[in-house]
Each structure stands twice: as structure tokens, then as C-alpha cells.
């Protein structure tokens, strides 16, 4: 059984740095064309892709966001990181961690966590 | 960059419908397409993977077509759980979502 938490601050202040992290359990990031991604909505909006890393370290980020985000893995923990830096208020949204599986026609997101409500206010 | 548009926005509709919703991609994302369903405070639920590729466990009254840049989702009859918002989203390229299809009921 697949399953994702993330966890991480509830509140940041404007120009602070976010870090989430994904723990998850039931696969292993070492599996070939395993990945993990992040996902975040705001509230009453639409799903925004941001990131994800997959089995052997390669990294996609979105071109829109690229810029203030970083992902990393700890496979011996079953951990992913997403750091996101100079946050401000429209980034308010729940993040979500999802499993990318393997397989030719994998690029969609298998399981989701739960997901996390960042808000950013002063 | 990939941009999805769906249509339409909201869609009211009775238990029994038949209910279609489609996807625009900007250029061409072969097959590379999946549909989510989301319901309110949850997280998304995958319904459907390289453009009619049924997830397990999902009900057979939930089907995906299309290829290059347009694709629908069929739900060939509503029940009261399909009551949600549907996302299409693209991974030719990068990965983007539509900005969702929202089912009421009518």
C-alpha cells in the first residue's frame, strides 16, 4: 500500500523560505523510473504542477517557478524536500506530494498525500 | 510551455447523465494525458492515464479518448458520487493542468 504525507509549516511571513517534506511508505525512490512530484492549490483555484525528482536524481521544475525551487531526495529515509524560496502571500495553497509510478506510460500522479495548507501572511 | 484549457467550467447535470468533458492542449501531447477527479478538502483522485488507460478500481462508467491535442472524459451515467471537480493534465512536456471542470448537480 502506497501512501504520502507531507509535512511542514502551517504559517510563513512574506520573503521567507518554505520547506515541506514528503515522507512516504510502499515504494522505494531507488526503483527505476520511480519519481515523486509537488503539487500545490490555492484555495478555489486550479492544481499547479512544481516539481518533481525522479529515481536517479534527475529533476523537472516548472519554468514559471524554477527559479525559487528545490527538490531533493533521502532515499534511506523515503523522504523528498521541496524548498521554495522569497514566499508571498499568492503562494498561500495546499501543497501536495504525489508517487509518479514507473512504466512507458507513466507521467501522471498514482497517489497523492493528503496535502498541507501553507498560508504566508506577516 | 504546454497550456490546457477545459470546457466548460461548470456543468449542471442529473444522476443518470451522460456527461462529457473536454480537454485542449496548445500544441500536440500525443497520449500523454490524464484525468483527475477531486472532491472538496481531498486530494485528487486519478481516473484515467495516457489518455483512456483505466486506473484500477475505477468505474467502468468513466472513460478517456482523444489523441494530439484534444481529448474528452465521459461519464456515460452520473451517479451521486461523481459529483466533483475534473482535471485533465498533460506530461508530454513538463506537466500542466486544466484549470478544472466542475459537476453540479442540476
Known amino acids: 500500500q502506497i501512501t504520502l504525507k507531507e509535512s511542514g509549516p502551517t504559517l510563513v511571513k512574506p520573503t521567507q523560505t518554505l520547506t515541506l517534506t514528503c515522507t512516504f511508505s510502499?515504494?522505494?525512490?531507488?526503483?527505476?523510473?520511480?519519481?515523486v512530484g509537488w503539487i500545490r492549490q490555492p484555495p478555489g483555484k486550479a492544481l499547479e504542477w512544481l516539481a518533481l525528482i525522479y529515481w536517479d536524481d534527475d529533476k523537472r521544475y516548472n519554468p514559471s517557478l524554477k527559479s525559487r525551487l528545490t527538490i531533493t531526495k533521502d532515499t534511506s529515509k523515503n523522504q523528498v524536500v521541496l524548498t521554495m524560496t522569497n514566499m508571498d502571500p499568492v503562494d498561500t495553497a495546499t501543497y501536495y506530494c504525489a508517487h509518479r509510478p514507473s512504466g512507458d506510460n507513466s507521467g501522471h500522479f498514482q497517489y497523492w498525500g493528503q496535502g498541507t495548507l501553507v498560508t504566508v501572511s506577516s | 510551455d504546454i497550456q490546457m484549457t477545459q470546457s466548460p467550467s461548470t456543468l449542471s447535470a442529473s444522476i443518470g447523465d451522460r456527461v462529457t468533458i473536454t480537454c485542449r492542449a496548445s500544441?500536440?501531447?500525443?497520449?500523454?494525458l490524464a484525468w483527475y477527479q477531486q472532491k472538496p478538502g481531498k486530494a485528487p483522485k486519478l481516473l484515467i492515464y495516457k489518455a483512456s488507460r483505466l486506473e484500477s478500481g475505477v468505474p467502468s462508467r468513466f472513460s478517456g479518448s482523444g489523441s494530439g491535442t484534444e481529448f474528452t472524459l465521459t461519464i456515460s451515467s452520473l451517479q451521486p458520487d461523481d459529483f466533483a471537480t475534473y482535471y485533465c493534465?498533460?506530461?508530454?512536456?513538463?506537466?500542466?493542468f486544466g484549470q478544472g471542470t466542475k459537476v453540479e448537480i442540476k
Open positions: 510502499g515504494f522505494s525512490l531507488s526503483t527505476s523510473g520511480v519519481g
Open positions: 500544441q500536440s501531447i500525443s497520449s500523454w
Open positions: 493534465q498533460q506530461y508530454n512536456s513538463y506537466r500542466t
